[in-house]
Structures are given as C-alpha cells and as structure tokens.
C-alpha cells in the first residue's frame, strides 16, 4: 500500500467495500484487434475494453433519478472495467439512500471498488454512513484495491482550503493472467485551473509508483489540452484525441470525459455512447495490454 491512507484501505475492504458481485487513436467504433499468437504460444497482448461514466448519482440530464436507466447504459457499454463518477452510497434523498456502487454491480454481475471522497456520519433516521465518491466495476479479479489521498477543495466546508482528501481509486487487476492497474478520478470543477493542476501532480506521482499497463479514466473537468493536464501527456497518452464531446449529454459541447494509457497499453477504437441517462456520455475504449505476469 502506498502512502498514508493504509488504514482507511484496510477499513473498507474489512467492510467490504472491494467485493465480488455475482460470477458470472481510431475511429469510434472499430473492434478490438485480436492479439497475434503462435501455435502454441500464448498471445503478446490481452484485450480489454474499458470506459469512463460519469453517472450524475444516477440521475439523467433530466434530473430525474432512475439507477435502472443509469444501469442499462452502463450495461449498454459491454465493457471489461468500467471507472464512475459521482457514485452516492446511503448519500441523500436525491438517490434514495441507495448503496449504489454496490447496486450497480449486482445489476451488471460484476466486481466493485467504491472509493469515497467523502464519508459522513449517517442522516437522521438512518444507519448508514453517507459517502460520495468514485468506483470501479471490473469483470476481472480485483487481486488489490486503494482509496489515494489528492489534493481536492472540499464541497462539504463552506471555507474550504486545498488539503489531501481520499476519493483517487485504484484497482489492480488479473486479466487472462496479465497485471494492470486502472484509476478513476474526479478532478475539481471549478474555472481556477490551480487545484487540477495540483491533482495532476499528485495523481502522477501515484502512478510512478507502479510498473506495468496503466490505464486512468475520469472525468476531468477540463479538456485534454488544457494547460493544466499537459503534465500528463507524455506517461500517458489520450486514448481518444479526435473523440466528441462528452458534456453535456444531450447536446455535448466539451470532452471532458477521459480515457488515458501508459505506453504499454494500446488503443484500437474508441466511442462516445449517446444516452441521456447522466448528464455526461460515457467513453468507451478498446485496448491491448502489453503481457505481464503477477
């Protein structure tokens, strides 16, 4: 584990909150590549189809909250590893107090890491705590999960001042034997670039830490060639660089919506999906992961 965050790491997969849920660039669109092999070799490379969502705490651009809507889009991607945004478990009225990390898996029979931002004590009448943050679903073993402290602005303090706060996932995951760790962020919304360009650095030194594919998702906040991301662009790259626009869903008019790779990692086809079950459209990417044993 790295830095000073053991603990609440071991808190929640004590609690349960890593959990397996049932077994069970180009233009957008073009399938994934199948890996070159030899009689009796394995591949060189391992596909795998990744994407970001946003789920707007599972209400649509209408306002309207509806976790079978936000579940039928997200099952529409047909992806491997799924990062999500704006995740409420037992959070308010807005989402019904609804677990949702752990909903959507169960939904989608698939594994989940729930990484809050915040985490509360619980609301009157209720027994849970209330937590907001991101998540990771995965079809593949989770053979390791942590919550990364960045540097955020709280939405929670009504005078907040930049500090280290949780809510960065990272998974490390077994897929057909090959190792690769998959982030989900949220980076600050608001117009000062400062604190992006904080989180940037933070999130780089993350992922200097570990070797092997990486694959960082999110939504961003910024586009792409905002100055304040250019520090990314180099160990990794975007995933899509001619891809649409992602905010808003209806009528999108910037890419903020983000699938990245380490240079082990190659892109094949990239989309947008049009739905208007969140207020962003999901980003699906296909890759092929360069092999590498656990």
Known sequence: MKHANRLSVYRSLAAGVLAFVALGATAPGVATARPSTTAGQAPRSVPLRVATY?????????NVF?????????????ADVIGLQEVDVHWDARSNFTDEAHELAARLHMRVFFAPIYDLPPAPEHTERRQYGVAILSRHPIVRAENHEITRLSTQDPNPVPAPAPGFAEVTLRVRGTAVHVYSTHLDYRADPTVRRTQVDDMLGILAEDSGPKILVGDFNAEPGAPELAKLWGPLADAAPQGGKTYPAITPVKRIDVVSVSPEVTVTGTREEETAASDHRPVVA?????????
Do not use: K, S, Y
């Open 66 to 78: 509806d976790l079978d809507r936000t579940a039928d889009a997200v099952r529409a991607l047909h």
């Open 286 to 294: 296909d890759l092929l992961l360069r092999r590498r044993g656990i």
């Open 54 to 62: 946003n789920i707007h705490a599972g209400a649509g651009e209408d």
